[in-house]
């Protein structure tokens, strides 16, 4: 039977009090699932994650495993439920940095598969993808945008915690071959016994690689989401 992860139901997200982003969006995560966010620029899909991951401000239900976000407590939540950005180096300070902090939080030790955590991993899932060392000491406005994306989803898989990543737009600034690589390296994970992770929603402007990655595919618009087949041809 397939385990249903995430539930959404009649989620709203408004930008002032007299105008949605996007209303009454439902959809099922289950396991298994690597779900791409389609639609034209504007529509929603970056609120749509960011609401998921109980970063913004929204009305309607969303549940894991049946509870509510608040039930888990939000940072535990979020260690389970994983937004990475498309540009993580608005973020402070040096990746080294960001990896500790996150590597400190009680929530993520509690959720970790590995006793005490292996902070290393994250660090040999970057080298794969061609990120030296030294650049986990530079400054994230120091680095490339390419440097930043596979950086951040390193860290973001190789602390493996996550159950479902939240993805926006996480190749946007890679080559195809990084990108190749970053994405059989994330469906790999999700067959792996030795990792937590179960789902994936992905966010995408390129129809090749979302009929690459993809097992289903939501059109997000103003007046909530669409489920298609196959992925949409423009």
Request: aromatic letters at 8%; glycine letters at 8%.
């Amino acid at each position: 039977m397939v385990e249903k992860l995430l539930e959404l139901r009649d989620v709203s997200c408004a930008r002032n009090k007299d105008e949605n982003i996007f209303s009454s969006v439902n959809f099922d995560v289950n396991e298994g699932d690597v779900v791409v966010l389609q639609g034209k620029s504007g529509c929603g899909k970056t609120t749509l994650m960011k609401c998921i991951a109980h970063l913004n401000v929204y009305e309607g239900h969303i549940t894991f495993n049946g509870r509510s976000p608040k039930s888990y407590g939000i940072p535990s939540y979020r260690t389970q439920i994983f937004y990475v950005p498309q540009r993580p180096s608005l973020l402070p300070g040096t990746p080294r940095d960001f990896l500790a902090t996150i590597a400190s939080f009680q929530s993520r030790k509690a959720h970790s598969k590995t006793e005490g955590g292996d902070l290393n991993y994250p660090m040999d899932v970057a080298g794969a993808w061609g990120i030296d060392e030294e650049l986990w000491d530079r400054n994230w406005s120091n680095l490339s945008g390419g440097e930043s994306q596979r950086i951040a989803l390193a860290t973001a898989v190789g602390l493996n915690t996550a159950e479902v990543l939240l993805l926006d737009e996480p190749t946007s600034a890679l080559d195809p071959t990084s990108s190749s690589q970053v994405e059989q390296f994330i469906l790999d994970e999700l067959k792996s016994s030795e990792s937590r992770l179960k789902a994936v929603v992905w966010i995408t402007h390129s129809e090749e690689q979302g009929r690459r990655v993809g097992t289903r595919f939501l059109r997000i618009s103003a007046s909530g989401c669409d489920e298609d087949a196959r992925m949409p041809e423009t």
